[in-house]
């Protein structure tokens, strides 16, 4: 691509994503630290809150089959534009959708390197 198609391309997905009848208002929560508190002896766990939008899917049984055990079923893939997500996701990340929590299993980027493809898996309460 030259930088003017680059450009074109990048606002297209961006518009895409931020597409209210095609994605969802999600928070992106960004692992920080764990935080010690010493009359429990517990840590909690501290996030950098970012709000996003992104597309979300169901993973596929075929994707779950060719995982070889590191998807299962009820896992889902959040599409995310990399201009709105400028960190690199890490496993200890969070991603808040309505009151359902999910953690990252995998991430990775698309073909252009436009979009983050986080693999996510329901958080039980």
């Known amino acids: ?29 960004d692992f920080t630290s764990n935080a010690f508190t010493p009359s429990t002896g517990a840590f909690t766990p501290t996030y950098a809150e970012s709000s996003l939008r992104a597309h979300k899917a169901i993973v596929s049984a075929r994707e ?7 998807y299962q079923r009820g896992d889902v893939r959040f599409l995310v534009d990399r201009v709105a997500l400028t960190i690199t996701p890490a ?4 991603i808040v959708l309505d009151t359902d929590t999910y953690e990252l299993i ?19 309460a």
């Open 1 to 29: 691509f030259t930088p003017d198609e680059w450009a074109e391309v990048s606002a297209d997905i961006g518009a895409i994503v931020d597409d209210t009848d095609l994605s969802h208002a999600i928070t992106y929560r």
């Open 64 to 70: 779950i089959l060719a995982s070889g055990g590191v």
């Open 91 to 94: 496993r200890e990340d969070r």
């Open 106 to 124: 995998d991430w990775s980027t698309d073909p252009l390197n436009a979009l983050w493809v986080l693999v996510a898996r329901l958080v039980k």
